[in-house]
């Protein structure tokens, strides 16, 4: 069976097969209030989300996001679900019932509901909704096509694509989203037309007419299609006529609109009328006399184009190509539904008469050939989605991969029907797919912001842009990598600095070690005296003098960091992740070099001394014949703040999984120990060791 791996963000209240949803909040903070809440209900992976109908359990994390999780099988087997969508979306199709219920029933209408699954369509993707005197089917997703001609008006979800001939036709759509607001989802209804933004509503605002569902905006959209009524005039009433200013610029408006839905009758009867205007002055004349003229040429080019597909139309019904007289058939709908010529009406019925007589197998074959059209106008539109998201990027990381996946199959499912443009961008990250995902280095903000960058040129103090692409200049979430490496080459320059320091001596020629005698040494034996495991120094090599074995352990917290300002007696802060904690186990080089630099530190023949023993010079010596009683002694001596041992290897099953997120000491699941825990625990104790 299938196993998804993502954190369950949904369920479902009270049993298995409820449809009362719920969404568990992402942080900490908001969980404890939310458990509080629900103390007296129980959570499932219900049938209706496409869960195995177990309970599930609340999981609380501080360092991400928390989340719903299965409770164990009894034998401790991991439990097996076959549940695919589990994001804060995953229950759309349940708070659509539970949002259409409601607003029905402020109507008086009582709702069924019915999760449809055509052609094995997983649950949730659409949700058709039935009451006495009209009907909805809802697409939430692009699973399922929707069919416009069957007595259901659709409602479309913001992914699924709608092309331009059914907004032209139909004149409007209607969309829906769900917005999250605390532990919630909202409906919101939009209506999309053609050369129109999509305008959203709250369902309160909608209502039931007899055209079906209906916006504020359906209603604007149909007065602008009806056309005006005849006025007469009369002698004994006065007009009042508009400013020849105002009339101008409403007329400019006028044309604008008519050139953008090819209406060439518009267009026409909009430049007579700015002909007829009274001559203006300045500026508005010369734009009204520009529009008219940009006006006439479109007319020209609407007219050969126009006589281009009547002659196309009349070569296919000639040469008998089914399917390229069905697309311009469609095309010939939409231009020319008012004003055709006798010509241009004879070669329209003609090729209808040709294509109501083709028989059965032909008609399914062109209608096969439709619908994979219709699949390349979607993929089409999801590509173009897909660019306009990734605009915001500029190079290909690991986290991009779905997307940049999904991209490039969506394009080679378009074809042609992508623009150069497109085609040139899709090309862009096909080629840095291939070069595989930049790893982006672990630097904090506030090292690489005080560089310049060398491949965007962003100042210090101010963040990366975009370097290339569409959206070349905007914000980038993150700095570049070349930003990044200024400070690890930095750094990487200066441990080879601090090695060559090291490396001699500092104490000078010391005496030889008295003679003693040797003893024989097994080669186990000397790998346990050469150091940690894997430590292992190379005969005849002599292994540099490390800085936290010069400065003696009570003298390494005396000082204040000056790279992470930790206060004196205080561990430092582990900004580079040298091991899993927040702190460091061995304080930062600078700290350390600033001990050695110190006049008051202990000399090389001194005996090493601590923090306590200056206290203990500074302090006036007890007076004869008082015992010291143990509470003065016990405030002596002040405990230190410790980060466990000073440096060892790091084995895989102390750190947490980087792949499944086992924590320490607990096996990873399900195959076993993975290879990414084994390589970030030896990253550990490199970075310890090094």
């Given at each position: 069976?299938?196993t998804?791996?993502?954190?369950?963000?949904?369920?479902?209240?009270?049993?298995?097969?409820s449809d009362?949803?719920?969404?568990?909040?992402?942080e900490?903070?908001?969980?404890?209030?939310?458990r509080r809440s629900?103390?007296?209900?129980?959570?499932?992976?219900?049938?209706?989300?496409g869960?195995?109908?177990?309970?599930?359990?609340?999981?609380?994390y501080t360092?991400?996001?928390c989340?719903?999780?299965?409770?164990?099988?009894?034998?401790?087997?991991?439990?097996?679900c076959?549940?695919?969508?589990?994001?804060?979306?995953?229950?759309?199709?349940?708070?659509?019932?539970?949002?259409?219920?409601?607003?029905?029933?402020g109507?008086?209408?009582q709702?069924?509901?019915e999760?449809?699954?055509?052609?094995?369509?997983?649950?949730?993707?659409?949700?058709?909704?039935?009451w006495?005197?009209?009907?909805l089917?809802v697409?939430l997703?692009?699973?399922?096509?929707?069919?416009?001609?069957?007595?259901?008006?659709?409602v479309?979800?913001t992914?699924v694509?709608?092309?331009?001939?059914?907004?032209?036709?139909?004149w409007?759509?209607?969309?829906?989203?769900?917005?999250s607001?605390?532990t919630?989802?909202?409906?919101r209804?939009?209506?999309?037309?053609?050369?129109?933004p999509?305008?959203?509503?709250?369902?309160d605002?909608?209502?039931?007419?007899?055209?079906?569902?209906?916006?504020?905006?359906?209603?604007k959209?149909?007065?602008?299609h009806?056309?005006?009524?005849p006025?007469?005039?009369?002698?004994?009433?006065?007009r009042?006529v508009?400013?020849?200013q105002a009339?101008?610029?409403?007329?400019?408006?006028?044309?604008?609109?008519?050139?953008r839905?090819?209406?060439?009758?518009?267009?026409?009867?909009?430049?007579?009328?700015?002909?007829?205007?009274t001559?203006?002055?300045?500026?508005?004349?010369?734009?009204?006399?520009?529009?008219?003229?940009h006006?006439?040429?479109?007319?020209?080019?609407?007219?050969q184009g126009?006589?281009?597909?009547?002659?196309?139309?009349?070569?296919?019904?000639?040469?008998?190509?089914?399917?390229q007289?069905?697309?311009l058939?469609?095309?010939?709908?939409?231009?020319?539904?008012?004003?055709?010529t006798?010509?241009?009406?004879?070669v329209?019925?003609r090729a209808v008469?040709?294509?109501?007589?083709?028989?059965?197998?032909?008609?399914?074959?062109?209608?096969?050939e439709?619908?994979?059209?219709?699949?390349?106008?979607?993929?089409a539109?999801?590509v173009?989605?897909a660019?306009?998201?990734?605009?915001?990027?500029?190079a290909y990381?690991?986290g991009?991969?779905?997307?940049v996946?999904?991209?490039?199959?969506?394009a080679?499912a378009a074809?042609?029907?992508?623009?150069?443009?497109?085609?040139?961008?899709?090309?862009?990250w096909?080629e840095?797919w291939?070069?595989g995902?930049?790893?982006?280095?672990?630097?904090?903000?506030?090292?690489?912001?005080?560089?310049r960058?060398p491949?965007?040129d962003?100042?210090?103090?101010?963040?990366?842009?975009l370097?290339?692409?569409?959206g070349?200049?905007?914000?980038r979430?993150d700095?570049?990598?070349e930003?990044?490496?200024l400070?690890?080459?930095?750094?990487?320059a200066e441990?080879e600095?601090?090695?060559?320091?090291?490396?001699?001596d500092?104490?000078?020629?010391?005496?030889?070690?008295?003679?003693?005698?040797?003893?024989?040494?097994?080669?186990?034996?000397?790998?346990?005296?050469?150091?940690?495991?894997?430590?292992?120094?190379?005969?005849?090599?002599?292994s540099?003098v490390r800085?936290?074995?010069?400065?003696?352990?009570g003298?390494?917290?005396?000082?204040?960091c000056?790279?992470c300002?930790a206060?004196?007696?205080?561990?430092?802060?582990?900004?580079d992740?040298?091991?899993?904690?927040?702190?460091?186990?061995?304080?930062?080089?600078e700290?350390?070099r600033?001990?050695?630099?110190?006049?008051?530190?202990?000399?090389?023949?001194?005996?090493?001394?601590?923090?306590?023993?200056?206290?203990?010079?500074?302090?006036?010596?007890?007076?004869?014949?008082?015992?010291?009683?143990?509470?003065?002694r016990?405030?002596?001596r002040?405990?230190?703040?410790?980060?466990?041992?000073?440096?060892r290897?790091?084995?895989a099953?102390?750190?947490?999984?980087?792949k499944?997120?086992?924590?320490?000491?607990?096996?990873?699941?399900?195959?076993g120990?993975?290879?990414?825990?084994?390589?970030?625990?030896?990253?550990?104790?490199r970075?310890?060791?090094?």
């Open positions: 069976m299938y998804d791996r993502r954190q369950i963000q949904t369920a479902v209240l009270g049993s298995a097969a009362e949803p719920l969404m568990l909040p992402m900490a903070i908001e969980l404890d209030a939310f629900h103390e007296d209900d129980t959570f499932w992976c219900g049938t209706l989300l869960g195995c109908g177990g309970q599930l359990t609340t999981k609380l360092d991400r996001a989340h719903f999780a299965h409770h164990p099988d009894p034998d401790g087997l991991p439990h097996v076959g549940r695919r969508s589990r994001g804060v979306d995953s229950a759309d199709h349940l708070y659509v019932r539970s949002a259409a219920a409601a607003w029905l029933a109507r008086g209408e709702a069924t509901f999760y449809t699954r055509p052609g094995g369509a997983p649950i949730g993707s659409v949700v058709e909704v039935r006495q005197h009209g009907a089917r697409h997703d692009p699973a399922v096509a929707p069919v416009w001609d069957d007595g259901v008006e659709p479309l979800g992914m694509p709608v092309d331009r001939d059914t907004l032209i036709r139909r409007y759509v209607h969309r829906i989203r769900l917005d607001m605390g919630a989802r909202h409906v209804i939009g209506t999309e037309a053609f050369a129109r999509v305008e959203w509503f709250a369902l605002e909608c209502e039931i007419t007899e055209r079906g569902l209906s916006t504020p905006a359906v209603q959209i149909v007065q602008s009806q056309a005006p009524r006025t007469t005039w009369s002698p004994g009433t006065a009042k508009p400013k020849p009339r101008a610029q409403a007329l400019l408006r006028r044309l604008v609109y008519a050139r839905i090819e209406s060439a009758r518009l267009v026409k009867q909009v430049c007579a009328e700015i002909e007829d205007l001559p203006s002055e300045g500026d508005l004349q010369e734009q009204l006399e520009a529009a008219v003229r006006a006439k040429t479109w007319l020209i080019e609407h007219s126009r006589r281009k597909l009547f002659d196309d139309l009349k070569k296919a019904v000639a040469e008998q190509k089914p399917g007289v069905r697309r058939l469609i095309r010939v709908n939409a231009m020319t539904a008012e004003d055709r006798d010509t241009e009406s004879f329209y019925k008469t040709y294509f109501e007589s083709l028989d059965a197998p032909t008609r399914k074959a062109v209608e096969a439709a619908d994979t059209e219709k699949e390349a106008r979607k993929a539109a999801r173009r989605s660019l306009r998201h990734l605009r915001r990027y500029d990381t690991s991009l991969r779905s997307e996946e999904e991209l490039l199959r969506s080679t074809g042609g029907l992508l623009s150069r443009g497109e085609a040139r961008r899709v090309e862009v096909r840095r291939e070069s995902p930049e790893k982006q280095p672990r630097v904090a903000r506030r090292y690489w912001i005080q560089r960058c491949r965007c962003a100042g210090k103090g101010k963040g990366c842009v370097a290339e692409g569409p070349r200049g905007e914000p979430e700095g570049h990598i930003r990044h490496q400070i690890l080459d930095e750094r990487k441990r600095a601090k090695a060559r320091r090291e490396g001699a500092p104490v000078g020629p010391r005496p030889p070690a008295p003679q003693t005698r040797e003893r024989a040494v097994s080669p186990r034996q000397e790998l346990r005296k050469s150091g940690r495991k894997g430590v292992v120094q190379m005969e005849g090599q002599k540099a800085l936290h074995h010069q400065v003696p352990r003298d390494w917290y005396r000082m204040a000056p790279r300002d206060g004196p007696s205080k561990l430092c802060v582990n900004d992740r040298v091991g899993p904690g927040e702190k460091r186990q061995l304080p930062h080089a700290r350390l600033r001990v050695l630099q110190s006049d008051d530190r202990s000399g090389p023949g001194e005996p090493q001394k601590d923090i306590r023993d200056d206290r203990r010079q500074q302090a006036p010596p007890p007076a004869r014949g008082k015992a010291r009683t143990p509470r003065s016990g405030r002596e002040e405990p230190q703040e410790t980060a466990g041992t000073a440096a290897t790091w084995h099953r102390e750190v947490t999984c980087p499944c997120q086992a924590g320490p000491n607990s096996p990873c699941t399900p195959h120990l993975h290879p990414e825990r084994v390589q970030w625990a030896e990253e550990f104790s970075k310890l060791w090094d």
